[in-house]
């Protein structure tokens, strides 16, 4: 009110009403029937390791890959794509409007409305919640939503390289995927910082740390021996003058050693400087290559069109805190999702 004054706030204040019934409740009210969101069809590449198998593989064409997959899984004509959100952090020297770059690629139709979604780790969820949003209050019929990230690809910068120059001296190079995918840009420190600031704020130890992460190398080791990542990933077929090399499998599962994860150095200098960093390389996520897609629909649309639904959007949701904290955010869209929901924490089978 002091920035607008009085008159201009009691305006605001009128809008709704002038608006009408229908923009007071937009997005409030529950869809009506036959615009519930559902999921038609899902496809990813392999998980590719930092600089491994997938590093000659652009982003975009990561995103091409597994859009192709996903739509041919749907056993729908591409051009019946209206819009797509695709997630994307890293986008220094990908080209112009990389999601746009991924659609084209994968076959869709020039008429496909594009958009990038830079949310950081929650880029692709928040893709998925705003393809489902735009079915739920009518806008499309038919969406995709995804991401696609190569870590292996973002260069480095020369900050000072056009203008302020290196007229004499030497200069430094920023690492792009460091500054802008893992570094808080407000307390100037690696992302892993936050991770020891968890671990101490939970008391969670070294030693829980290291079982999480070989529990779960082993549960991902199963998995593949036992083929239950198959149906989902799309192969990535890589030219090359030898001749094509396809890649099938998740490259980072068959290059850790269990053996050493306990005697790894820790990776990161927490803030408080009396506190025992306890986080390795490890522990944190690992940086990777990789790119998936699903195809959302109204459940009307599934049923004109014959397509059998693998699952129902029922809520989504967001929340932020202060930014150090990121790591427990979820637990604060977790209560919000399950109340758009209508659902209770003991209603959920599988976390």
């Not at 029937?33 to 069809?41: D, E, N, Q």
């Not at 990230?149 to 995927?177: A, C, H, Q, W």
């Not at 992460?213 to 003058?241: M, Q």
Request: aromatic share 6%; charged share 20%; net charge neutral.
């Amino acid at each position: 009110r002091s920035m607008l004054g009085s008159s201009a706030a009691a305006k605001l204040k009128q809008l709704p009403a002038r608006l009408g019934k229908r923009a007071c409740h937009f997005g409030v009210q529950a869809p009506a029937t036959g615009r519930a969101a559902v999921i038609v069809s899902a496809a990813r590449t392999p998980i590719g390791s930092f600089g491994g198998q997938l590093a000659e593989v652009k982003a975009p064409k990561l995103g091409s890959i597994a859009i192709a997959a996903a739509v041919q899984r749907a056993g729908i004509p591409a051009e019946y794509i209206q819009e797509a959100y695709l997630g994307n952090v890293c986008q220094a020297n990908l080209g112009q409007a990389p999601a746009r770059q991924a659609v084209m690629g994968g076959g869709l139709a020039q008429s496909c409305v594009a958009t990038t979604v830079n949310k950081v780790c929650a880029s692709g969820m928040k893709a998925t919640a705003l393809a489902a949003m735009g079915i739920q209050v009518g806008l499309n019929d038919i969406a995709l939503a995804g991401g696609f990230e190569s870590m292996s690809n973002v260069p480095y910068y020369i900050e000072k390289g056009r203008f302020g120059g290196y007229r004499y001296g030497n200069g430094t190079l920023i690492d792009g995927m460091v500054h802008d995918g893992l570094w808080d840009a407000y307390g100037n420190f690696h992302m892993g910082v936050a991770a020891e600031k968890c671990a101490h704020d939970y008391n969670i130890s070294r030693e829980e740390q290291d079982q999480h992460a070989i529990d779960n190398y082993l549960k991902a080791h199963d998995a593949i021996r036992k083929g239950s990542f198959k149906k989902e990933i799309c192969p990535v077929t890589i030219p090359h003058k030898k001749g094509n090399i396809t890649v099938s499998e998740d490259e980072e599962p068959s290059k850790v050693k269990i053996e050493k994860i306990t005697t790894l150095r820790t990776a990161f200098k927490p803030l408080n400087e009396d506190t025992e960093p306890t986080v390795t390389a490890a522990t944190s996520s690992s940086l990777n290559d990789g790119g998936g897609a699903m195809v959302i629909m109204s459940e009307q649309r599934a049923a004109e069109l014959g397509v059998t639904p693998l699952a129902r959007i029922m809520s989504y949701a967001d929340a932020e805190q202060a930014p150090v904290d990121f790591t427990t955010a979820p637990a604060l869209a977790i209560p919000k999702a399950l109340a758009n929901a209508g659902l209770k924490v003991d209603d959920i089978d599988l976390w």
